[in-house]
């Protein structure tokens, strides 16, 4: 529209027929938002008319002159129109409109003009002097006393099918909540009565949340529909955060009554007269003990029984800060029954073994902080927003729903904590063993949890989580974790692990050899009838096999059955000379994943119990023909010298592995080779887990290093050999 049109715009807009102020305001709200259309506008009065028609209209003339001041108030123009006496009156109105009136298109300008109204404080106003209480959330006081039930309808209006009204009606919660962290908790979080918990803010939060705004905020985020209320809900995430960083920042001061009473409340929720001083249970105790004046003296143990680390807990308060009073006050409150029965199981043991409640609970609400990087600053989140413009993979990845279920996360983890420390036996020296594990499970469950999961299903999933599940995790977090800061030295360090358990391997698998095995023997071939009856009378079915101990010859021998006891080498009538042996082969194949590992002893008897079986596997060693020395070269022939038939897997990996490792040649089965693995990667883990300071630099035992004196010593003396 032309700028020289407006003094005819202006008169239809002061006209008393309806129809012409009906179009003359539907035409003014598509050009208001170019600045130089309305500065005309403005100067040329148009401010007072429309001001006469939304106090005075109704309907779409009503809902196009509320749009058209949303949209002039959306070029930072106009703001006049909120000062001076008969302000108050404007904003009432629109206050008004909301709690009374049902039409959606009414309802969405209004709510965009109470959110630019309460937003316009926390900008800067071109240096201009404004009147208190103008601008921000105190400008909506008055109205709001008159309509009580204002916030309560905008939070209804959460629910609406119209998306723009849901996302003004959200806008205007986030712009209210900025206005008042602002104003009452001050830049860094002190001044004003609500940096106390002054009864002011306590009680716009909580009534706000007892309207159910954040169960309503909640399933929005979890929503498909977010394509228009993205932009809000990331606000109200990160509004979020900065209520939960303040909080954090408060410190817990005695001085405050408030801090004062949650403490009490933390003492009384505990049940203290169902314990005596010496931290048994009272009903546990005589009767006439308990009328007597000494019962009634200060416990000892008063906070330390309720897993404080001293008996001043403010001061364990720091870190987490008035979040941390909130969270265990919140937890102690909800879970009272829960709270005083562990209380009771616990004071029956030492107090080093008692979980202490208190400090998981501060531990975990810092867990929660690290993990949704409440820290995190609004111009990182204000990034976000552009983010957003990349579609619905941005939402999944930018919203995080529980963030919104903080104190049911809290509770979830402490559950979980009270679970892991029973489980794991652990005592006071193994908190921060516990609380690493509690991290990563809400890591692990709460972190890779889709933006659409229910806290429900995620609660159950903190409380059933298999535990060494979770220390299996936990390892390989801490491999990658040095695999990126030492990968240089982690990897020297697998290497010298692998070295020294394929030694410890070979050694065991020598052993073996020097402890002996039986072996079955196949039934010889049968030709004539005379041949047959001289080879069965022959026949022994049994061979014991046994390595000397200077580890140069292989002893057997031939028995009709098994001894009671494993021949030693006096009665073994052959041996073979290692030194001769020019190979080891054998058709050992990979074992199956059910089979399991038997003594070679144990085996044996099993085998002579059940009697014998056709053996599948065997080992056959060779030496080259016609000369006691090794030959090389191609024309160099072998000959089989000695197969043995081992009666299982377990056993021929024994014997064909030991062979060649006393060869010092590599393992080839699968058994040994999975064996070297397990033993280098535990002493990987030992390594890993042997982290602890005082371990590392707690200095020589007492009397180390000391030389011993030689008085009274002599030359006479001798080795034993």
Same mark, same amino acid.
């Given at each position: 529209m032309d700028q020289a049109d407006i003094p005819a715009l202006l008169s239809r807009l002061a006209s008393d027929e309806d129809a012409a102020r009906k179009m003359a305001v539907f035409k003014l709200q598509s050009s208001i938002n170019d600045p130089a259309f309305a500065d005309v506008f403005i100067s040329s009065g148009g401010l007072v008319i429309l001001r006469r028609l939304i106090m005075s209209t109704g309907g779409n003339t009503l809902a196009y002159s509320l749009q058209s001041l949303s949209r002039l108030l959306e070029v930072d123009m106009g703001w006049d129109i909120f000062e001076g006496s008969a302000a108050g009156d404007l904003v009432e109105r629109v206050v008004e409109l909301i709690v009374t009136n049902p039409l959606v298109n009414i309802l969405r300008g209004a709510m965009s003009i109470l959110v630019a109204l309460v937003s316009h404080s926390q900008s800067t106003a071109r240096g201009a002097v404004r009147i208190p209480g103008t601008f921000g959330f105190r400008a909506l006081k008055p109205a709001v006393a008159v309509y009580p039930q204002f916030f309560e309808l905008v939070i209804q209006q959460l629910q609406s099918a119209d998306h723009a009204l849901c996302a003004n009606a959200l806008m205007l919660i986030n712009a209210l909540i900025r206005d008042a962290v602002s104003t009452e908790l001050g830049p860094n979080g002190e001044g004003g009565r609500a940096a106390g918990m002054g009864d002011e803010w306590a009680k716009f939060i909580k009534r706000l949340q007892d309207l159910g705004l954040i169960k309503a905020v909640y399933n929005l985020m979890q929503s498909s529909a977010l394509q228009d209320l993205a932009h809000p809900l990331l606000e109200f995430q990160s509004l979020t955060k900065l209520l939960l960083r303040r909080w954090r920042e408060l410190r817990v001061d005695l001085e405050r009554p408030e801090h004062r009473r949650a403490l009490k409340g933390?003492? !009384?929720?505990?049940?203290?007269? *169902?314990?005596?001083?010496?931290?048994?249970?009272?009903?546990?105790?005589?009767?006439?003990?308990?009328?007597?004046?000494?019962? *009634? @003296?200060?416990?000892?143990?008063? =906070?330390?029984?309720?897993?404080?680390?001293?008996?001043?807990?403010?001061?364990?308060? &720091?870190?987490?800060?008035?979040?941390?009073?909130?969270?265990?006050?919140?937890?102690?409150?909800?879970?009272?029954?829960?709270?005083?029965?562990?209380?009771?199981?616990?004071?029956?043991?030492? #107090?080093?073994?008692?979980?202490?409640?208190?400090?998981?609970?501060?531990?975990?609400?810092?867990?929660?902080?690290?993990? /949704?990087?409440?820290?995190?600053?609004?111009?990182?989140?204000?990034?976000?927003?552009?983010?957003?413009?990349?579609?619905a993979k941005a939402?999944?990845?930018?919203?995080?729903? +529980?963030?919104?279920?903080?104190?049911? +996360?809290?509770?979830?983890? +402490?559950?979980?904590?009270? @679970?892991?420390?029973?489980?794991?036996?652990?005592? *006071?020296?193994?908190?921060?063993?516990?609380?690493?594990?509690?991290?990563?499970?809400?890591?692990?469950?709460?972190?890779?949890?889709? @933006?659409?999961?229910?806290?429900?299903?995620?609660?159950?999933?903190? %409380?059933?989580?298999?535990?060494?599940?979770?220390?299996?995790?936990?390892?390989?977090? !801490?491999?990658?974790?040095?695999? &990126?800061? =030492?990968?240089?030295?982690?990897?020297?360090?697998?290497?010298?692990?692998?070295?020294?358990?394929?030694?410890?391997?070979?050694?065991?698998?020598?052993?073996?050899?020097?402890?002996?095995?039986? /072996?079955?023997?196949? %039934?010889?071939?049968?030709?004539?009838?005379?041949?047959?009856?001289?080879?069965?009378? !022959?026949?022994?079915?049994?061979?014991?096999?046994?390595?000397?101990?200077?580890? @140069?010859?292989?002893?057997?021998?031939?028995?009709?059955?098994?001894?009671?006891?494993?021949?030693?080498?006096?009665? #073994?009538?052959?041996?073979?000379?290692?030194?001769?042996?020019?190979?080891?082969?054998?058709?050992?194949?990979?074992?199956?994943?059910?089979?399991?590992?038997l003594s070679s002893s144990s085996t044996a008897k099993n085998a002579a119990n059940q009697g014998l079986t056709k053996p599948t596997t065997k080992i056959t060693i060779y030496s080259y023909v016609g000369t006691d020395e090794p030959q090389t070269g191609n024309d160099a022939k072998e000959k089989a010298i000695l197969t043995l038939f081992p009666l299982n897997h377990s056993l021929a990996s024994e014997w064909?592995?030991?062979?060649?490792?006393?060869?010092?040649?590599?393992?080839?089965?699968?058994?040994?080779?999975?064996?070297?693995? #397990?033993?280098? &990667?535990?002493?990987?883990?030992?390594?890993?887990?042997?982290?602890?300071?005082?371990?590392?630099?707690?200095?020589?035992?007492?009397?180390?290093?000391?030389?011993?004196?030689?008085?009274?010593?002599?030359?006479?003396?001798?080795?034993?050999?």
């Amino acid at each position: 529209m032309d700028q020289a049109d407006i003094p005819a715009l202006l008169s239809r807009l002061a006209s008393d027929e309806d129809a012409a102020r009906k179009m003359a305001v539907f035409k003014l709200q598509s050009s208001i938002n170019d600045p130089a259309f309305a500065d005309v506008f403005i100067s040329s009065g148009g401010l007072v008319i429309l001001r006469r028609l939304i106090m005075s209209t109704g309907g779409n003339t009503l809902a196009y002159s509320l749009q058209s001041l949303s949209r002039l108030l959306e070029v930072d123009m106009g703001w006049d129109i909120f000062e001076g006496s008969a302000a108050g009156d404007l904003v009432e109105r629109v206050v008004e409109l909301i709690v009374t009136n049902p039409l959606v298109n009414i309802l969405r300008g209004a709510m965009s003009i109470l959110v630019a109204l309460v937003s316009h404080s926390q900008s800067t106003a071109r240096g201009a002097v404004r009147i208190p209480g103008t601008f921000g959330f105190r400008a909506l006081k008055p109205a709001v006393a008159v309509y009580p039930q204002f916030f309560e309808l905008v939070i209804q209006q959460l629910q609406s099918a119209d998306h723009a009204l849901c996302a003004n009606a959200l806008m205007l919660i986030n712009a209210l909540i900025r206005d008042a962290v602002s104003t009452e908790l001050g830049p860094n979080g002190e001044g004003g009565r609500a940096a106390g918990m002054g009864d002011e803010w306590a009680k716009f939060i909580k009534r706000l949340q007892d309207l159910g705004l954040i169960k309503a905020v909640y399933n929005l985020m979890q929503s498909s529909a977010l394509q228009d209320l993205a932009h809000p809900l990331l606000e109200f995430q990160s509004l979020t955060k900065l209520l939960l960083r303040r909080w954090r920042e408060l410190r817990v001061d005695l001085e405050r009554p408030e801090h004062r009473r949650a403490l009490k409340g933390l003492h !009384l929720a505990s049940a203290p007269d *169902r314990y005596q001083p010496n931290g048994t249970a009272r009903g546990l105790a005589d009767d006439s003990d308990a009328t007597k004046k000494g019962s *009634r @003296r200060h416990n000892p143990e008063k =906070w330390r029984r309720l897993g404080f680390e001293t008996e001043s807990p403010a001061q364990e308060f &720091e870190t987490a800060g008035f979040l941390g009073m909130m969270d265990l006050t919140d937890y102690v409150r909800k879970n009272e029954d829960g709270f005083q029965k562990m209380l009771l199981e616990q004071s029956g043991k030492p #107090l080093h073994e008692r979980c202490p409640i208190a400090r998981a609970s501060l531990a975990v609400t810092m867990i929660l902080y690290e993990h /949704f990087e409440v820290d995190k600053t609004d111009p990182e989140d204000t990034r976000g927003y552009q983010a957003l413009m990349d579609g619905a993979k941005a939402y999944d990845r930018l919203l995080r729903p +529980l963030l919104l279920q903080w104190s049911r +996360l809290h509770t979830a983890g +402490l559950h979980a904590f009270f @679970r892991m420390w029973k489980s794991t036996g652990a005592e *006071r020296d193994d908190f921060d063993k516990v609380a690493e594990l509690v991290r990563i499970l809400i890591e692990q469950v709460v972190g890779q949890a889709s @933006r659409t999961k229910d806290v429900l299903e995620v609660e159950d999933d903190l %409380q059933e989580y298999d535990c060494a599940k979770l220390r299996e995790l936990q390892m390989e977090l !801490l491999e990658l974790s040095f695999d &990126e800061q =030492w990968g240089q030295h982690l990897y020297q360090v697998r290497e010298e692990l692998k070295h020294e358990a394929l030694q410890f391997v070979k050694e065991q698998r020598i052993r073996c050899l020097l402890q002996g095995s039986w /072996f079955t023997k196949p %039934q010889p071939r049968q030709h004539s009838r005379q041949e047959s009856l001289q080879k069965r009378r !022959l026949y022994q079915p049994w061979r014991f096999a046994r390595l000397s101990s200077n580890r @140069r010859y292989l002893h057997y021998g031939d028995f009709p059955e098994q001894l009671a006891q494993d021949p030693g080498l006096d009665a #073994l009538t052959e041996k073979i000379d290692l030194s001769i042996i020019s190979s080891v082969v054998s058709n050992v194949s990979a074992p199956n994943e059910d089979t399991q590992s038997l003594s070679s002893s144990s085996t044996a008897k099993n085998a002579a119990n059940q009697g014998l079986t056709k053996p599948t596997t065997k080992i056959t060693i060779y030496s080259y023909v016609g000369t006691d020395e090794p030959q090389t070269g191609n024309d160099a022939k072998e000959k089989a010298i000695l197969t043995l038939f081992p009666l299982n897997h377990s056993l021929a990996s024994e014997w064909l592995d030991g062979l060649l490792m006393l060869f010092n040649q590599a393992p080839i089965t699968a058994e040994t080779n999975k064996l070297v693995t #397990l033993v280098s &990667e535990y002493g990987l883990k030992i390594r890993l887990l042997n982290v602890r300071s005082e371990a590392v630099y707690a200095g020589p035992p007492p009397g180390a290093g000391v030389v011993p004196s030689r008085e009274g010593l002599d030359d006479d003396y001798y080795y034993e050999i």
